[in-house]
């Protein structure tokens, strides 16, 4: 029997953009994005598939990548499918849009999950860059009973157990679980692999699953949030550096080194 | 049932002691329990938490929650995640407020979801709305770019609070509080993660987190080996060293020196960045630093924006003329 193993990636803004085409709709609560930038597939989350791959790499595994939203980029959510996943679950509905919070977010995973079925091991990434919450896989491990392990940077499984590498402050610790498991992983674990061309034509044939609520068995009452965002800002910053100028750049070293005695900061 | 403990704030634990977080918390619970008008309670559970009951008192808590039980221990969170529901369970609080350290940012959320309620994740402030009566939580989101206030609609309200964003409170040892003793059920068959290993990391430096001054290099440093000038202005100063994602992800400095948003959080007095450009994701982790200074050669590169001194120019001119002034003046 191979080992089944769920990935949970999230469609996401993509956090490269120019800092200029950053913009906050206040009124709406939303960041806005000019319709040219495309998304992206959340950077941790692709070191979750990565980590999923690796684990496939030494012993028969079944892929299955599950995201959730409003609506999809279908290229940008083939990705993971092109570098090596076996299929694709979306949760597609129009109640799934922006104000859903993790919890609401996580029952749904949670519905899905068990929809598909029975599961080794479910990887995500440790938090998302959009709203940073860090909550959801491991509200999805606590509604689903499972022992969860953050942080990881190596993912290693044998004997129904997953062993776990995490990246601590001031170095590392390795844990150990039964499995079903729920892992997260973070950029420490390395770079994702790049989609191969043989990748990418297996992923042009191939068709996701689409959910809506309805086929989860869910109404939109038990995705009522439990955290509403009220407000949405840009922080202000306070711009009032003072530029050293030297003759050259040398000179400005020297100068910022008296700069910084003078202010009495050395 | 107890009475409402109004505003709780679990507490972690270290060797018997409260952990450094637990003295902002109660900066913070205070302000939320003083706008709600509720007492303001302590929790602790630990394997050895009697000298830790003085200690919150001491802070300002009104009521002292202490649980003790052998068989809880660090390196079993599970166990301390249960103690903390049993306690939120028994104690009917209004609100719930946990230190994002390592633990508790992976421990908040399994416990709200536990408990039914939101969380209100890594917040910067906490306050009361006068008008609804709830507290108001502020959080950075989109990697810093953009600030959420955000409100749980259940009971507790639960927040998860960024280490050194609030002041730690003064203890004062003539504090008493009314000391409240809970038993809960644990057993060993609920820590179903194991601790295998632990490696510490070799660090010969300054603790980063606790350094008057760091020193950190970026993506634009090129290589490895400008990290050694770096860490000469490092010993100079007796300055912590660090470095931005882009320079950990290349490979080029251990994972451990990482400053930002998942990595560490620095509040020094000065903080000495070169060729690291300032994505709000970094900025996240050291926007508490007084003074920053940016070495960069870009003018338009972000850390401009908060810098208190900068030049714009190529380091590798810059940094061996500082460094050469610098020994001058700390001879």
Redesign the interface.
Known sequence: MPLNIFVLAKQV?D?EMP?SA?Q?DREN?R?VTPPTLPPVVNGFDENAVEAALRIKDSEPAEITVISMGQSFALDVMKKPLSMGADSLVLLQDDAFDNTV???AV?RALTAAIQKIGPFDLIIAG??A???????VP??V???LGL????IG?KVEVGDGRV?VER????????????MP?LVTV???LG?PRYPTLRGIMAATRKQPVVWSLEDLGLDGEQL????????????V?????????GE???????L??????E?K?? | MADSAGVLVLAETEGGALSPTAAELVTAGLEVAAGLGLPLSVAMAGSDVEATVQEAASLGAQRVYAVEDGILSTDKPELLLEAWAQICRQTNPAVVLIARTTAGRDLAPRLAARLGVGLAQDCLEVKVDEDSGRMIAHRPVYGGNAMAAVVCNGTPQMACIRPKAYEPCEPDDSRTAEVVSLSITLDESMARVKLVERVAEESEGVRLESAKIVVAGGRGLGSPEPFKDLEVIAGLLGAGIGASRAAVDAGWVPPSWQIGLTGKTITPDLYITVAISGASQHMAGCSGSKVIVAVNKDAEANIFKEARYGVVGDWEKVMPSFTETLRELLS
């Open positions: 803004i956090p800092r950053f906050v609560r960041v919070d993790s919890f996580a440790r938090q860059s959009d709203w940073d919450n860090a909550q491991l509200a491990a606590e509604l022992p969860s392990v953050t940077k062993t990246q601590m402050p001031d170095g590392t610790e390795i844990v150990e679980s039964p498991a973070s950029n420490e770079q009522e949030p439990q955290v509403e965002t009220v407000d949405l800002y840009v922080p910053t306070e711009a009032d550096c003072e530029f050293i100028e050259d750049d040398a000179d400005a070293g020297r910022l080194a008296l700069k910084l005695r202010a900061l050395v």
